[in-house]
């Protein structure tokens, strides 16, 4: 039987057979619109999301993607504080063996001073993001990396 529940800042939809991927918020980050967005965007592409909302404490980032075994999780911040975030998190999520081969990625507005530095970006990618996708490239790349993954469903991403 297909489950669907859905509630402000901590969606699940799920459907029988497809593949999950994880969306979420970090732990200083209350911004929740973006994650509405990704939820939305994730789910064309033919994924089940869990959406786990804002502030997740590491702890419980961790839990939920041990436990969920997700395709791919793909972590979002916009209140300048993602680099940091993003630094600390990826570390501990890629110390988990099961979690290494994961793909991670983040995105939105990362830094405090407008888009990273080519520096920031590589530390970044250096500490275990498969990629990074600060708010200047638009939503087509990651539409693409998305699009790559196994799970998803064949649609067209051109001119996204
Ligand atoms: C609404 C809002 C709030 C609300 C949030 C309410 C809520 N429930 O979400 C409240 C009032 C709580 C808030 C608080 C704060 N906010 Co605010 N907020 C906004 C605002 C006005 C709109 C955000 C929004 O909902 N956008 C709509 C969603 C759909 O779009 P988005 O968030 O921009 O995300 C897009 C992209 O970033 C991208 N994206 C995001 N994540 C990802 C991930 C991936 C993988 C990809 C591919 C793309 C992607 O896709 C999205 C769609 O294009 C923006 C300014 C603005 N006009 O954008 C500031 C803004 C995000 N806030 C900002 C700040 C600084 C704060 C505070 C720190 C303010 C303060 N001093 O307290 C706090 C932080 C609180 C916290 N702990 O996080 C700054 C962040 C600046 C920065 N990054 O350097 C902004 C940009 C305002 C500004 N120009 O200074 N905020």
New binding site residues.
């Given amino acids: 039987m297909s489950e669907e529940v859905r509630a402000y800042?901590g969606g699940v939809v799920t459907e029988p057979g497809r593949s999950t991927v994880i969306?979420s918020?970090m732990a200083?980050?209350?911004?929740?619109?973006?994650?509405?967005?990704?939820e939305l965007?994730v789910g064309e592409l033919g994924f089940d999301v869990v959406n786990l909302g804002?502030?997740v404490p590491d702890e419980l980032l961790e839990s939920e993607t041990l436990s969920r075994r997700p395709e791919m999780l793909?972590?979002?911040?916009?209140?300048?504080?993602?680099y940091q975030d993003g630094l600390r998190v990826v570390q501990r999520l890629r110390s988990f063996p099961e979690l290494r081969s994961l793909p991670i990625?983040?995105?939105?507005?990362?830094?405090?001073?407008?888009p990273l530095s080519e520096e920031q970006t590589a530390e970044l990618l250096f500490a275990g993001f498969d990629?990074v996708?600060d708010?200047q490239?638009?939503?087509a790349?990651?539409?693409r990396f998305a699009a790559a993954l196994p799970g998803a469903a064949t649609v067209s991403v051109e001119g996204a």
Wanted: proline fraction near 0%; hydrophobic fraction near 40%; aromatic fraction near 8%.
């Fill in positions: 800042g969306v918020s200083s980050d209350s911004h929740t619109w973006n994650l509405v967005y990704l965007l804002a502030c793909v972590l979002s911040s916009v209140n300048g504080h993602g990625v983040i995105g939105g507005k990362l830094g405090t001073g407008g990629a996708f708010d490239q638009g939503a790349a990651f539409r």
